[in-house]
């Protein structure tokens, strides 16, 4: 890659097609290589590049020849062009539509990049090298698949027939250093009234929901409120894929596991839930809240578990209380809708709801308490709005209620 910065597009695509050439002459030639260590493998890739590049006559100087080298130890020992890109500590997303179309996210804006892998079967080779070690497989017969790399990063991939244009591979990385509260407060997620709100609910053992889209920074002001948890503590966290990191010298971490090739020995969140309340938990986090599992974390909040966390996807409180709701109903609560407002009334204290400005900034723009239920409706109480300074009128404010801006605060 820091050879690719001072080189034009014209010679960049020219060393591409030079490079697809090699592709499949060194594929075929680095099967008659005997079993060896990477640095073996790379020196074999290395000589075998230079000869052809001679015995083929390409005018190619010896930087450039560096370049295609590099490049094609990352296809063939690596995960090729997203290798650079995994190690890059500035990239958040990586996202894969097809082997001709890359997109990253840095900042919380996606940008296009002018990587490109060779065909679909190269992509598909990667994908399956990244889910080798994991002991997961991806196929006609299991074309999707969710898991995560040992450094915490989440991968998800899907191919044909159900990705119709090729292979989609989507990575979330893993912060090596997590985010604190301080660097929160300079992204301008939140002010430090607002802070010390959180941190007041944390430690007076309120039940708090995170309620977001995806990408919002559900999962990183997650991270950041459990640094509030007094050190006494026991903590078990339940995850689809295990992506908290928690500030606490006492956490379980606890992980779903998804079916066999046979579809049996599946475990789901509601079995862990259920699990953990047999461990001696002080207080439970659930990553995220998105199926059965939403009855027995409420009851978990409501009976002696308080303190207790969980996200949830939703562009709203009142649409957070409406998503448990509909989950509820999903996992086959059979009572009436007001005993069930009142079971998630009395469970969760707060919400908070965190989205993404179009600039890219995560920010808390809400954050309110859930009182009682009355009449059959929920009671809450607002104790902290984000509002932009300019509302040109009603409709427009309603759509710019989450846009970028030094927006202004309202306690109530």
Do not use: W
């Amino acid at each position: 890659m820091k050879f690719r910065k001072h080189i034009g597009a014209e010679l960049a695509s020219e060393l591409r097609a030079i490079k697809n050439r090699l592709h499949r002459h060194i594929l075929d030639e680095i099967e008659t290589l005997p079993s060896g260590n990477d640095e073996q493998l790379m020196q074999f890739v290395k000589d075998k590049t230079v000869h052809y590049i001679r015995e083929q006559r390409i005018a190619i100087n010896q930087m450039e020849t560096e370049i295609v080298v590099k490049d094609l130890v990352d296809e063939l020992l690596g995960y090729g062009p997203i290798d650079p890109l995994l190690r890059d500590d500035k990239t958040n997303d990586i996202l894969v539509n097809g082997p001709h179309q890359i997109y990253i996210e840095r900042n919380g804006k996606l940008e296009l990049t002018g990587l490109q892998f060779i065909d679909n079967q190269h992509l598909l080779r990667v994908i399956r090298r990244i889910l080798a070690p994991l002991g997961r497989r991806i196929d006609e017969t299991s074309p999707m698949v969710d898991t995560r790399l040992p450094d915490g990063s989440r991968v998800n991939a899907i191919i044909p027939p159900l990705a119709i244009d090729g292979a989609c591979l989507s990575i979330r990385k893993f912060r090596a250093d997590p985010l604190t509260a301080a660097d929160l407060l300079v992204y301008q997620t939140f002010d430090e009234e607002t802070l010390a709100l959180l941190r007041l609910a944390v430690e007076c053992r309120c039940n708090v929901l995170v309620a977001g889209s995806t990408g919002a920074g559900k999962t990183t002001l997650l991270n950041v409120l459990s640094s509030y948890i007094a050190h006494g503590e026991r903590l078990i966290t339940i995850e689809d894929a295990a992506e908290l990191n928690l500030r606490h010298p006492h956490v379980v971490r606890l992980e779903t596991r998804p079916a066999n090739a046979e579809g049996t020995h599946a475990v789901t969140a509601r079995e862990l839930v259920r699990n953990a309340l047999r461990m001696r938990p002080d207080r439970i986090v659930l990553g995220e809240i998105r199926g059965a599992e939403v009855l027995d974390m409420l009851q978990a909040m409501n009976t002696g578990h308080d303190g207790s966390m969980a996200t949830l996807h939703a562009n709203s409180p009142r649409d957070a209380l409406n998503r448990l709701e509909l989950l509820s109903g999903f996992a086959g609560y059979n009572g009436s809708e007001e005993t069930l407002r009142q079971q998630i009334a009395s469970s969760v204290d707060l919400i908070v709801h965190i989205g993404r400005m179009r600039d890219g900034r995560r920010r808390v723009l809400t954050v309110e308490e859930i009182l009682q239920v009355a009449d059959g409706h929920y009671v809450t109480q607002s104790l902290y709005n984000f509002e932009p300074l300019t509302r040109l009128r009603p409709k427009l404010s309603k759509m710019a209620g989450r846009d970028a801006g030094s927006g202004g605060r309202r306690y109530v």
